[in-house]
């Protein structure tokens, strides 16, 4: 193969990503050699090694210094756009899944109240699930939406693979706007160590995100706790 457009980096970048998602190169397989893939490719090894740091930076590759480059675990990836955990997980190539923990309707608390636009009190559908991700647990959440605009909302059939956005989009007509994400540091406490298979005490990342429908509504409230090894948020900001 010769690769002769203009930005040779990210052509072969996209080779690479290609050849991995193909499955060409497995999870945890070693990549052939900086001088290799640079033969192979018929390209300058410099253009080689920024590829690799531009997969790096996308998680798909982890670079071990003395040992080579190696394909990493596949990871969910959020925060470049409004996706619903399963369109996250399916783009990566895997199957969503996931565990009903709690499904209830419960007074909203005061926090919870504030950020729905709400009274306290007010009915709230509190939604609870373990994500999975190729039968791995990912993610724990917790979802709150007004039960006033989504009624019988957890009267739905769920099963293991009901999307909430594509229920909120195609029973209820919503429209998603935008969405506010504020991201938390924390320790995995014994609750979160058994669901996500994790020590006590490792470190985590806690997101809270606030949905908006097309009239700026708030409609959902959520808390997400990540796997960090199985995760991983990009944010790509624009000026």
């Known amino acids: 193969m010769k690769i002769v457009r203009t930005n040779i980096a990210d052509e072969v970048s996209n080779w690479l990503l290609e050849a991995i998602r193909s499955g060409r190169y497995q999870s945890g397989e070693k990549l052939p050699s900086v001088e290799e893939l640079a033969a192979q490719l018929n390209v300058g090894r410099s253009s080689v090694r920024e590829a690799l740091r531009q997969l790096q930076a996308l998680g798909w590759v982890t670079l071990q210094h003395g040992k080579g480059t190696f394909v990493s675990a596949p990871k969910v990836q959020i925060g470049s756009s409004l996706a619903s955990f399963s369109e996250s997980v399916r783009a990566r190539g895997m199957q969503p899944g996931g565990v009903i923990l709690r499904r209830e309707v419960v007074p909203a608390s005061e926090a919870v109240a504030c950020e729905l636009q709400i009274d306290t009190d007010e009915p709230v559908n509190l939604l609870v699930r373990l994500r999975l991700a190729n039968g ?42 935008y969405a506010v994400h504020t991201l938390f540091p924390i320790q995995i406490d014994e609750a979160l160590s058994q669901l996500l298979q994790l020590p006590v005490g490792t470190p985590a990342i806690k997101l809270k995100s606030i949905l ?10 959520a808390f997400d706790v990540y796997h960090p090894d199985r995760y991983q948020y990009t944010v790509v900001l624009k000026r």
């Open 136 to 177: 791995e647990p990912v993610a724990h959440e917790t979802s709150y939406t007004p039960n006033r605009l989504f009624p019988d909302l957890l009267d739905h059939a769920w099963t293991v693979e009901t999307s909430l956005y594509q229920l909120l989009s195609e029973k209820y007509g919503v429209r998603f706007l």
């Open 212 to 221: 908006y429908d097309q009239d700026h509504r708030p409609i959902e409230m």
